[in-house]
């Protein structure tokens, strides 16, 4: 039996679509949530999936306008029959339109299943890709907005994969506009801003983020002269690729978001086919379906990983992008935008992965050698004991 206690709503990445089980990991866990249906309308059905901006041929485009007027009069089956189909396949990749119809559709679904359905669940836990772990955030200020989320007591539960916006804001302006709007009507507050979704409002329960750093193995391109191809140059693809890291609102009380930092490009941590990042892939899996399971979703065949393989799986991150000649171990410190974002202290002047893997390593049962000494280690002996 499914859990009868949460609503789960995943978001793809831009070019993503909900078929893609068998390529990225937001599908995946939809596929394999326990009280998902064919249908995500379907009565009953717990769990619902969003297409990324870009290519889709599911993606609807809704109006805001229209559907902030049939859901302020309590049309909610009519304000879900306007999304017309809407692929946004240039713009969607390019600039993240669609983002807004997914949002808007996600609080269509969200409000037919709790008002008109009766559904009980106490947790609405999202998860999200790229921009789709954007347009979660974004959703939880929606949420916030919307008194029948407050007053009903609910908690939004949140997991982002490596959030990056579109439209630098803009694209949730004219949301903000119909809020301001609609608010007139009693539904929604009068103090209220969808803009700023890393800002965490207080129905948000609990964020936990992997934050990529964007460092990968240097490239190294070769021009033909002659009859050799020489090294002509070095280029590190996508290291300056913006993203937003979560952190609570001014004055929400809540818990701190918890961000785990981690080497590799942006979509290291879900895409399933490429086998470049299987640790991190590994890692994601485990640390966001724990994360599922503690607030009321079940995810079918899901076994957590012991501390051994929590271990293990950091140990090939070191191993893949460590350098024993630099001062602070791996190969290349993230510049520019992720450099100031993506906050992580451990990585510094010690061998750890992020603050994570420092805990983990801080039991003597889970580690052969003593963390304190650990610089001394040669990489050919630094296995599991």
Request: proline content about 4%; charged content about 25%.
């Amino acid at each position: 039996m499914p859990n009868q206690n949460a609503l789960t709503l995943y978001f793809c990445g831009s070019g993503n679509k909900r078929e893609q089980i068998g390529d990225y990991l937001v599908p995946a866990l939809y596929d394999r949530t326990v009280g998902k249906q064919e249908d995500m309308w379907s009565a009953g059905a717990r769990a619902a999936i969003f297409d990324g901006p870009g290519g889709s041929k599911n993606l609807l485009k809704f109006d805001a306008k229209e559907v902030f007027d049939l859901v302020g009069s309590g049309e909610l089956v009519a304000a879900r029959e306007t999304g017309k189909k809407r692929s946004h396949a240039w713009t969607g990749s390019l600039t993240g339109a669609g983002v807004v119809s997914n949002l808007l559709h996600a609080w269509i679904w969200l409000r037919y299943k709790l008002i008109e359905e009766h559904l009980v669940a106490e947790n609405i836990n999202l998860v999200g890709f790229s921009r789709g772990a954007y347009s979660c955030l974004a959703l939880a200020k929606l949420l916030q907005q919307d008194c029948y989320f407050e007053l009903n007591q609910k908690k939004v539960n949140i997991f982002c994969f490596d959030p990056v916006p579109g439209g630098k804001g803009k694209m949730l302006g004219f949301v903000n506009d119909e809020l301001r709007r609609f608010a007139w009507g009693g539904n929604f507050k009068k103090i209220f801003d969808v803009r700023k979704p890393e800002e965490l409002p207080k129905i948000v329960n609990e964020c936990h983020t992997i934050a990529q750093e964007n460092i990968k193995y240097t490239e190294v391109q070769h021009k033909k002269i002659g009859k050799h191809n020489v090294p002509w140059g070095i280029i590190w693809k996508d290291a300056n690729f913006q993203c937003v890291v979560p952190r609570r609102e001014p004055g929400s009380a809540g818990e701190e978001p918890v961000i785990y930092p981690m080497p590799g490009h942006h979509s290291a941590a879900v895409n399933i086919k490429e086998n470049a990042y299987e640790h991190t892939k590994t890692l994601g899996e485990h640390l966001c379906c724990e994360f599922l399971k503690r607030h009321g979703t079940e995810i079918d065949g899901f076994t957590p990983l012991d501390m051994k393989e929590i271990n293990h799986c950091y140990l090939g991150i070191i191993r893949q992008f460590v350098n024993k000649n630099s001062k602070n171990g791996f190969a290349r410190k993230p510049s520019g935008h992720r450099g100031r974002a993506v906050k992580n202290d451990h990585r510094d002047g010690n061998w750890f992965v992020n603050w994570h893997h420092a805990s983990i390593a801080s039991k003597p049962s889970a580690w052969h050698y003593n963390p304190d000494t650990v610089r001394d280690f040669d990489l050919a002996d630094y296995e599991e004991a």
